[in-house]
């Protein structure tokens, strides 16, 4: 048994999840226990500068390293504070900060996250493993979703075809058959839907003036009335058809496409209800869109990340999908709240156990590697965390 804390901020960039876990088995015994999950938000003037380098704002190599830093030391606070009056943590396993992801194409693939290991391990005193992409990506992979691997462990059932669906800022499903299919492992599948929550929390930052960042309960999209015609013509985007695998990011479907679905939503004079009801559509159709690429429509859909307390979106999905049971990973004894981060803890668990970490039938890389890059601590003790 092991003590892991799992650190990642998504391409909603609303803060940092950290969740301690203790990990017994490797894969097939695999067993996790949430200790504590906790999310530490970043301050309103971090989100926003990282929100504008996500969306191409230029900066000098010294505004950079800054940036690094200071999402460095952001991260290892989640990591000490998540620790506070609880038994402490052996391992680190830190996804970072995604700003920028360019799936492959003629070339390798790059992905580049920010809050760089090694610092995080000298400000807490303990090794710490990340950089979790780039070994995919050299094998010629997605570099993502790198979840699946995880919902493989936890989710998989003997009779059920399972589909688990993070609507994080960008949307992502794992498909599981059955494990009485002796080749199950080798038919997973995954990629990433489109947008989940990032067009929408663009949309109520604009319309509340920056008073609110999301749609809590989805309850102002509730409100209003989508119009079905411009989901349409947002679903003609060439992503959508695109053969998995498939990975995307804020790079395609960021404040540049919402500034575009934005004008064409206020040329048809659409309240701000409708707008985000519009938007938050968007987000359900393309799930349901990206089913169809599925081998067999799955008997049950677990839902996990912010998204899956939208209630006006998980109802939308159920209407999509009706033939399908939805609900969330929190009813299979999983925090959907916190499941990315618990990935991520398992990551680093593998990684320390040399088990490789990606699944090539997910990401299309050519192998299955280990993940992540291990930073060892410092002989010295940390002095504490200022930038």
Known sequence: MIRTIGLISGTSVDGIDAALVEITGRQADL???????????????????????????ALSMAEFAQLDDAIACEFARAAI????????????GSHGQT?????????????????????????????TVS?????????GGQGAPLVSPLDVCLFAHPKYHTCVQNLGGIGNLTYIPP?????????????????????????????SGGERTFDRDGAWAASGTPREELVCQWLEHPFFDRNPPKSTGREMFGRAFFEECFAQMQECHLSAADTIATLTEL?????????????????????????????????????????????????????????????????????????????????????????????????????????
Request: aromatic share 6%; charged share 20%.
């Open 31 to 57: 067993q996790v226990r949430l200790l504590a999950g906790e999310t530490y938000p970043y301050s309103p003037q971090m989100r926003s500068q990282i929100l504008r380098v996500c969306a191409g704002e």
């Open 81 to 92: 504070a998540i620790q506070t009056d609880r038994p402490p943590a052996e391992l680190i």
């Open 99 to 127: 700003v920028f992801h360019r799936p492959p194409s003629s070339t390798l693939g790059y992905s580049l996250q920010l809050g760089r290991g090694a610092t995080i391990a000298h400000l807490t005193g303990l090794p």
């Open 131 to 139: 950089n979790f992409r780039a070994a995919d990506i050299a094998a």
């Open 179 to 207: 494990t009485s299919d002796s080749r199950f492992r080798e038919r997973v599948l995954g990629w990433d839907t489109g947008p989940g929550n990032a067009l929408i929390d663009l949309a109520v930052t604009h319309l």
């Open 283 to 387: 987000t359900a159709a393309s799930v349901a869109l990206s089913y169809r690429q599925l081998p067999q429509m799955p008997d049950r859909i677990l839902l996990c990340g912010g998204g899956a307390k939208n209630r006006y979106l998980k109802q939308r999905l159920q209407l999509h999908l009706e033939s399908t049971q939805i609900s969330t990973t929190d009813e299979m004894g999983l925090s959907a709240d916190f499941k990315e981060a618990i990935a991520f803890a398992v990551l680093a668990y593998w990684h320390a156990g040399e088990i490789p970490g990606n699944l090539p039938s997910v990401t299309g890389a050519t192998r299955a590697v280990v993940l992540g890059q291990m930073c060892p601590v410092a002989e010295r003790s940390p002095r504490g965390i200022e930038y």
